[in-house]
């Protein structure tokens, strides 16, 4: 496995694959890799010829306060993780690399509307360091493919927005979340957790699934089935953000008529935010709200 740390050196990597007529793949991540990972390694590699996964700690996609500083940097451990995949080349730039002139002044790409809801409601700023650093990624590699995991639903849906806005030339692929066996979304975040906590915060997914049984027999509101979870994880000892239930395909209000659903969470628990969703496709479509 090759490892490239500049610009320069992806780019003349990632050219020669392309004058050889190759399918490239981009997994961007920050690292601390897991088993969710790597399920995006495994699609990327029977998508595509070529895959290239990025490690980098994007400063600004974290808001003031939020936890850049103590993000877990696991570098050796990714390399072995990655190479034992058989990656093909992992892209580790530094910060220079990305933001040459800086973070504060740098160009930002934003997304409107989707950006401003659910996680980025209580996370200003965050989709648009996102989708301003997958377009550096972009503009550099030209993947043909681009993975992500869908624990990040919001996420993917910001960054499919881009790809269709800006007319970008991949196609951006998201790939069902990995669990712990306990139904616990598999998180870099999760290292935060005490190991009581880690048991404690399968709590969420539960829940995501009573609101799915409570949605699909439709006999509560949407606002009381969202209240009384956000209810229950606060008795349990979470701090939730928002619990709601949205369309699948845009994530704006569901309206009566629609059948596929997506059910979002975010909760603080001890020193970790989680974040979680299931997909719901009802077998009769919504009658009311
Ligand atoms: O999901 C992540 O790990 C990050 O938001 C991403 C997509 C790598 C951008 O920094």
């Not at 600004?60 to 050796?76: H, V």
């Not at 969202?226 to 209000?253: I, N």
Request: with cysteine; proline share 5%; net charge negative.
């Amino acid at each position: 496995m090759d490892t490239a740390y500049s610009l320069d050196s992806l780019r003349t990597t990632v050219h020669a694959w392309r004058r050889d007529g190759a399918r490239v793949a981009l997994v961007p991540t920050m690292g601390n890799l897991h088993d969710g990972h790597l399920s995006l390694l495994e699609r990327a590699g029977a998508l595509a010829n070529r895959t290239v996964v990025s490690i980098f700690v994007n400063p600004i996609q974290f808001g003031k306060g939020e936890d850049y500083a103590r993000y877990p940097s696991t570098l050796d451990a990714d390399r072995e993780k990655l190479a034992a995949a058989g990656l093909d080349l992992l892209f580790a730039p530094n910060l220079d690399a990305l933001y040459p002139g800086g973070i504060e002044e740098d160009t930002r790409v934003t997304v409107p509307g989707l950006s401003n809801i659910l996680c980025g409601q209580y996370r200003p700023g965050h989709f648009s360091g996102v989708a301003t650093v997958v377009t550096k990624l972009f503009i550099n590699i030209q993947p043909d493919i681009a993975l992500f995991g869908e624990k990040d639903y919001q996420q993917v849906m910001v960054i499919k927005r881009m790809a269709h806005d800006l007319l970008m030339p991949v196609e951006i692929v998201g790939m069902p979340i990995v669990r712990e066996p306990n139904g616990l979304a598999m998180s870099s975040r999760n290292e935060y957790l005490t190991a009581e906590e880690r048991l404690r915060a399968s709590q969420i997914f539960a829940n995501l699934n009573a609101a799915a049984a409570k949605l699909e027999r439709q006999d509560q509101s949407l606002i009381a089935i969202e209240t009384a979870a956000m209810a229950v994880l606060a008795a349990a000892g979470f701090r939730p953000e928002y619990f709601s239930v949205r369309r699948a395909e845009d994530l704006t209000a569901p309206r009566v008529g629609d059948t596929s659903l997506q059910i979002l969470a975010a909760a603080w628990l001890g020193g970790a935010r989680l974040i979680d969703n299931v997909r719901v496709e009802l077998t009769r479509p919504l009658a009311t709200l």
